[in-house]
């Protein structure tokens, strides 16, 4: 009895010291996703607890390095991938993958990918469980009629007149990266003297290394949460790249949920002194929200789009050119794969998530009045 115990005991301590890592990695897993089910839990303990601390000590420590650590990451981790892969062929076709190649290739792959779950989701993932931008300013976005949405789009059609010549003076000087990224942090000081709560300090925005290749994959920025940078296809059209800038900062804010980005952006940019900006955002926001228009009046939604000033149907058209040159069958892949990503972190409508952030502009709309859009 005593010698069978013991066999046991050995057994047990035999697989603990070759799968130590990986059953340390799987319970940090097991404890992140039961602490993700508890929302007022993850708001107060990470959201606005442990987070900005971890953000802030990133954009500290690589916010001074004028490229992209992480992008240089991404460009290791594929190419391991590629090693990875080309090894495996070569086994294959050597006909040496025996039961222990397999094991092993098993255990490392279990790891890398336990130890991607546990370090996405400690560093910035969890942001997806928060109550988000709405409990953070006290709004409530009810279903919405047509004639609410036509409101705020007659608002935006408003703005984007007022701006059609004064959001091209300074345009040019956008294609200085220094004058992008510095003038979206100073949008968001703007918009902490009337929301506290979107405040960002440190900065750490970068153009993409891959921004050329961005272009044929359908992104104009991205976040890295392993490095904390916001980083921005800077080859994109010009008038383009202010919103895009303020919604990856929202990110780095700890609002994961595209729609709350790109509110927590649209409030950025809106309040920013430099007219190309809140040109930028009223550009954007007429796109998401006539698509919600055009489904449930095509009609008037072509009809509304005729009353826009000649600047903005003109970039308009220029994005236009600029999506068609550029698409190919590899976006649509990486469009449909990104869509099911967001699905998976409690965005149900996946890439029309980004179009969401109407149904926040409404609320708002509706609680502090027209001027205020």
Request: hydrophobic residues 45%; aromatic residues 16%; proline residues 3%.
């Amino acid at each position: 009895m005593l010698q069978a115990a013991r066999k046991i005991f050995l057994f047990l301590e035999g697989m603990w010291q070759k799968n130590k890592t990986l059953v340390l990695l799987l319970s940090a897993a097991i404890l992140l996703k039961v602490f993700s089910l508890f929302p007022e839990a993850v708001d107060r303990y990470y959201a606005h607890g442990l987070y900005p601390f971890m953000a802030g000590a990133q954009r500290i420590l690589l916010g001074w390095i004028p490229f992209s650590i992480g992008d240089l990451l991404y460009g290791g981790a594929i190419v391991f991938l590629l090693y990875k892969l080309v090894q495996l062929v070569r086994r294959l076709y050597r006909r040496q993958a025996n039961r222990q190649y397999w094991l092993s290739g098993g255990r490392l792959a279990l790891a890398i990918i336990l130890w991607i779950y546990v370090s996405f989701n400690l560093f910035w993932g969890l942001n997806y469980n928060r109550p988000g931008i709405a409990a953070d300013l006290g709004l409530k976005a009810d279903k919405y009629t047509k004639e609410d949405l036509l409101a705020v789009m007659h608002a935006i059609v408003g703005r984007l007149h007022d701006l059609d010549s004064t959001g091209r003076i300074h345009r040019a000087a956008l294609h200085r990266k220094r004058v992008l990224f510095g003038t979206a942090v100073d949008a968001y000081d703007s918009v902490t003297l009337h929301h506290a709560a979107i405040g960002y300090r440190f900065r750490s925005v970068k153009p993409s290394l891959y921004s050329y290749l961005g272009n044929y994959l359908g992104y104009t920025g991205y976040y890295n949460p392993f490095t904390g940078e916001a980083q921005v296809n800077t080859t994109v059209p010009v008038f383009v790249q202010p919103f895009t800038t303020c919604h990856e900062i929202g990110h780095q804010l700890g609002y994961a949920k595209e729609s709350e980005a790109n509110f927590a952006g649209y409030l950025a940019a809106k309040t920013s002194p430099e007219a190309s900006f809140r040109y930028s955002v009223y550009l954007d926001l007429y796109s998401y929200s006539w698509y919600y228009l055009y489904r449930q009046d095509s009609v008037l939604a072509r009809q509304l789009s005729k009353t826009l000033p000649p600047g903005a149907k003109k970039d308009y058209a220029e994005l236009k050119e600029f999506l068609l040159k550029h698409r190919n069958p590899v976006e649509a892949v990486i469009d449909k794969l990104y869509g099911q990503y967001l699905k998976a972190n409690q965005q149900p409508s996946g890439k029309l998530s980004y179009n969401e952030v109407i149904a926040w502009l409404i609320a708002y709309y509706k609680q502090y009045g027209k001027e205020a859009i």
